[in-house]
């Protein structure tokens, strides 16, 4: 018998089939979180001068 940790969205058990969620429903709440800049991974600050400048570059 393993341990696993539980489901990161509602913290049920994880099922195999859908590890580390318990559900695909929790996977895709997950999943929505994501796309909705609702977790985000640290970064170095940006400067926003340098950005729009480098926009204007992508043009050829």
Known sequence: ????????????PAQAATRPFCSQHCADIDLGRWFTGQYRIPGPLVDEENIQKNEGNDER
């Open 1 to 12: 018998m393993t341990d696993t940790a539980p489901c990161p969205v509602c913290g049920k």
